[in-house]
C-alpha cells in the first residue's frame, strides 16, 4: 500500500456478474462492449438495427450472426475481431466480411461458384490467376472504401 494515500482511493471496480469470463466468441465480445458502455440490450439493438432478442441470442451464442450485421458490430465494438491474418484467403475472408457480404454476395460480385470463395477462404484449393485478379480488386477497393470512411 502507498503510505500516503487512503485505502478508499483503492477501491476494486468488480465486473458485473453477467460480463463474460471469457471474450471467445463474438457475442461475448458485444456482452462485454456493451456492459462497458452501461447500455442494456435494446440500446444496442437500436444502434445495430436488430431487435432486442437478436442481441439476447448472439449474447448467448444461440444464433450465428449474418455477414450482413458485422459492419455495424465492429463499428459497436470498435475493432476487429480478425486482425491477425495470414493467408490469402483470410484476407479475402475479412474483407467479405467488412463489406458484410455472404460468400454468395461475393461469388455474384467476382462471376464465380459459391464454393470457390468457400475454398479459397480456407485454403483448400488454388485460385485462377484471372479470378484472383477479380478477388485483388475487390479487395484493394474494399480496403481503400474502408479507408476514405473512416
Known sequence: MVPCCKPSIFKVLRKSRHYPQELTTLGDHIRARRLDLGLEQKD???LLK???DTIKNWENNHFKIEA???????????????????????????????NGMSTY??????????????NW??????????????????????????????
Not at 82 to 95: D, N, P, S
Not at 105 to 111: M, N, S, V, Y
Not at 139 to 146: F, L, R, T, Y
Open 50 to 52: 436488430v431487435c432486442k
Open 105 to 118: 454476395d461475393l461469388a455474384r460480385l467476382l462471376e464465380v461458384d459459391p464454393k470457390s470463395i468457400q
Open 44 to 46: 444496442v439493438a437500436i
Open 68 to 98: 450482413r450485421n458485422y459492419p455495424a458490430i465492429m463499428d459497436f465494438l470498435g475493432y476487429c475481431l480478425y486482425e491477425k491474418l495470414i493467408t490469402w484467403g483470410e484476407k479475402l475472408r475479412q474483407h467479405r466480411i467488412h
Open 121 to 150: 477462404e480456407r485454403g483448400t484449393a488454388p485460385t485462377w490467376e484471372d479470378n484472383r485478379e477479380k478477388a485483388e480488386g475487390f479487395m484493394k477497393e474494399s480496403s481503400a472504401s474502408n479507408l476514405s470512411s473512416q
